[in-house]
């Protein structure tokens, strides 16, 4: 795992977040090399000017935390966050409609992920596994995968619990390889990171990525 750095992605999601934070933030993913940086909609202007020609995504989240915003806004804020400047948006689905058992949350993955595509960003569909059972993320990646989602990410961090080993193994036997997974969500320990890495995680997006770093290079020397 020697290039442990391009599994992570450095995240700052909380309502009392900084600009001063958000410098640390960018100063850190530069000077690690992180995949990318994930941050609020707000910042992704100032974030894509900051990083330059930096080999690191700017992120961000769409309908973000609950996923209750109808498509269309959904829609325009994907507009909005590729216009700024985002490289990969990870998006919310809506889980009200899952748990009603309609078909809406693959139509709505469809039509972003197909503005996503004609962009040549990266779609992931945050499907929140605190709240499902072992046969609702199955059907939940399956749902992703048909419409054309690049990765699923398992939480938002805003539930009950974050990512979880026995999740990402259960996605990764239901997923092809060409659809990547993120774990988000609780993942504070170098351990925790790597056991996630293990059971089939491509990418880690915790606020912790600095740390895990110092943690990860104490185990080379």
């Given at each position: ?44 202007k100032k974030v894509k000017r900051d990083l330059k020609e930096e080999n690191v995504q700017v992120v961000t989240v769409i309908g973000f ?30 889980q009200t409609a899952f748990h009603s058992g309609m078909n809406w949350p693959k139509i709505e993955i469809v039509q972003i992920a197909k ?107």
């Amino acid at each position: 795992m020697n290039n442990f750095n391009r599994f992570l992605e450095s995240t700052l999601l909380k309502p009392t977040m900084t600009d001063r934070e958000l410098d640390v933030l960018v100063r850190d993913a530069i000077e690690e090399q992180f995949v990318g940086v994930c941050v609020p909609s707000f910042w992704v202007k100032k974030v894509k000017r900051d990083l330059k020609e930096e080999n690191v995504q700017v992120v961000t989240v769409i309908g973000f935390p609950f996923g209750f915003e109808d498509t269309a806004t959904k829609v325009a804020e994907t507009r909005e966050a590729i216009r700024n400047g985002a490289d990969e948006l990870d998006l919310v689905w809506s889980q009200t409609a899952f748990h009603s058992g309609m078909n809406w949350p693959k139509i709505e993955i469809v039509q972003i992920a197909k503005i996503c595509h004609e962009e040549e960003r990266i779609l992931k569909v945050i499907i929140e596994t605190a709240y499902l059972s072992t046969e609702q993320i199955r059907e939940a990646c399956m749902i992703c995968q048909e419409a054309g989602a690049d990765f699923v990410k398992t939480s938002t961090g805003y539930a009950p619990t974050g990512a979880k080993v026995q999740d990402i193994v259960l996605m990764r036997e239901v997923l092809p390889s060409a659809v990547g997974i993120k774990a988000s969500g609780g993942i504070k320990t170098l351990d925790f990171a790597q056991e996630l890495i293990r059971a089939g995680a491509d990418r880690i997006g915790t606020s912790s990525a600095k740390a895990l770093m110092d943690a990860w290079r104490k185990t080379q020397s």
